[in-house]
């Protein structure tokens, strides 16, 4: 994964190829970020997804991210 995404507006429903039994459901509401479990184990994506209802998502790129995290010198000198 080369970064993850905050669904911002809209329906979005998960399905995995693997697994016909999961189905997946998330809507904007809970403003969801899409991807992350994967970015930091950098496994593939094992899901697909498809909105649902019409969609907005903000592509959160892997080095902000990364960025924004705490690193081990900050967080231990707290």
């Known amino acids: 994964a080369l970064g993850a995404y905050l669904l911002c507006k809209g329906t979005i429903a998960f399905s995995k190829a693997a697994d016909p039994s999961f189905k997946k459901t998330i809507s904007a509401e ?5 991807g992350m479990d994967y970015l930091m184990t950098g496994e593939a994506y094992d899901y697909s997804a498809k909105a649902v209802t019409s969609a907005e998502l903000c592509y959160l790129p892997k080095s902000e991210i990364l960025r924004l995290l705490p690193t081990k010198e900050t967080s231990s000198a707290r």
């Open 30 to 34: 809970s403003q969801p970020i899409i």
